[in-house]
Nanobody, 130 residues
Framework: QLQFVESGGGLVQPGGSLRLSCAAS????????IGWFRQAPGKEREGVAC????????NYADSVKGRFTISRDNAKNTVYLQMNSLKPEDTAVYYC???????????????????????WGQGTQVTVSS
C-alpha cells in the first residue's frame, strides 16, 4: 500500500530548527517530484517546497525561502525538510505528497500546489512558540 509517514515535528522556540522526514512505503520515490505542504488552523493547505524526481530542482514558497531546505535520499526512499530560523507563523501541520505524474515538468519553476500532488501522509505538527 502506497503510504507516506511524516516525522520530526515538535515544539521549538522562535529562531530554532527542526528537520522533518517523509518516508515512503509501497512505492519508489525515484520517479516522482515530492512536495512539502502545511496547514495552519483555519487556513488552507499551502505548498512550502518541492523537489524534482532527480533532486536537481527545488522550489520554495516566498515565506520560507532562505530558511527551509528540501532534500531527498532516494536510496532511503525519504525526503527531508530542514527548517531553520523558525517563526511563530510557521506553526502548522506539515504534510508530504508526491506529484500526480512522473512528468519532468513537476516542480519545474514554482512551489507545489495541492492540485498536482496526491497520496498525502498523516502529517506532523510543528509548533513555534516561546
Amino acid at each position: 500500500q502506497l503510504q507516506f509517514v511524516e516525522s520530526g515535528g515538535g515544539l521549538v522556540q522562535p529562531g530554532g530548527s527542526l528537520r522533518l522526514s517523509c518516508a515512503a512505503s509501497g512505492f519508489t520515490l525515484d520517479y516522482y517530484a515530492i512536495g512539502w505542504f502545511r496547514q495552519a488552523p483555519g487556513k488552507e493547505r499551502e505548498g512550502v517546497a518541492c523537489i524534482s524526481s532527480g533532486g536537481g530542482r527545488t522550489n520554495y514558497a516566498d515565506s520560507v525561502k532562505g530558511r527551509f531546505t528540501i532534500s531527498r535520499d532516494n536510496a532511503k526512499n525519504t525526503v527531508y525538510l530542514q527548517m531553520n530560523s523558525l517563526k511563530p507563523e510557521d506553526t502548522a501541520v506539515y504534510y508530504c505528497a508526491k506529484g500526480y505524474t512522473t512528468s519532468q515538468l513537476m516542480c519545474f519553476n514554482s512551489p507545489p500546489h495541492t492540485r498536482f500532488y496526491n497520496s498525502w501522509g498523516q502529517g506532523t505538527q510543528v509548533t513555534v512558540s516561546s
